[in-house]
Every structure is written in structure tokens, then in C-alpha cells.
């Protein structure tokens, strides 16, 4: 079953990372990364740019663009890992295994349904 991980943290902590810092967490990640590529569960994963960079469309007549999220909260949406695992309980322990080598921040655990039959979702084999 395909699940998104969306991973959440403090966007200013971790931009502030520095450059050995930065390397530190990447390689603890690239490590689950690796495994799961090994096991043919890690689709794509991908990291968002700063909030700074978005832009967000208001649906109205007409529509309005706007610089910017507007979400007040303290952790933001950072990046997302697409995994095909048998279920929820793997999908858990995936996000676990993110979560220890990521300091700080949360996953969240959303299974995916296609909608659209032509995308190319396949894992990693």
C-alpha cells in the first residue's frame, strides 16, 4: 500500500542548521533512504524550499495570488516520502526510523489513493 510521510518541522531551526549540522541529519537519512531503496519500498522524496518561496492561490472570483503560506503554527511542512509497504504498522516504523535520525519536527502518515491511472508511482527496485 502506497503512503505519503509528510515531514514537519521548525522551518527556521532547520534552515539555521549549519553546513556539518545539514550533513549529520542528510546522512542519517540517506542511510533509511538507502534501505528502503534496497527493499523496494522508497518512492519519491522530496525536500520543499523555505515557505519564503511559496506562493498560495485563494479561490475566489477572481482568484487571488498571494507571496506566501499563511499558516500560523509552529512546525511547517518540509518535504514528503512516498513508500509502498504491506501497512499501516510498517508505515509507522518507516516514519520512526525518519524520526530517529531527524532531530526534532513530526510525521505524519497518509495512505494514498490514485486517481490518476496514468502517473508512474513505482517504487524504487
Do not use: H
Not at 550533513?23 to 520543499?48: F, H, I, N, T, W
Not at 511547517?76 to 535520525?101: H, N, R, S
Amino acid at each position: 500500500m502506497l503512503y505519503a510521510l509528510l515531514c514537519y518541522n521548525d522551518e527556521a531551526t532547520v534552515w539555521s542548521w549549519d553546513k556539518a549540522q545539514e550533513s549529520e541529519v542528510m546522512d542519517r537519512l540517506g542511510a533509511v533512504r538507502a534501505r528502503l531503496e534496497k527493499q523496494g519500498k522508497l518512492g519519491p522524496s522530496l525536500r520543499l524550499l523555505p515557505t519564503t518561496a511559496a506562493t498560495t492561490l485563494r479561490k475566489s472570483d477572481p482568484p487571488l495570488v498571494l507571496d506566501g503560506p499563511f499558516a500560523e503554527t509552529k512546525e511547517q511542512l518540509l518535504g514528503f516520502y512516498i513508500i509502498d509497504v504491506a501497512d499501516l504498522d510498517e508505515a509507522i516504523a518507516v516514519a520512526k526510523d525518519l524520526g530517529e535520525a531527524n532531530p526534532g519536527g513530526s510525521y505524519e502518515i497518509r495512505p494514498l489513493a490514485v486517481y490518476n491511472a496514468g502517473a508512474d508511482l513505482r517504487v524504487s527496485a
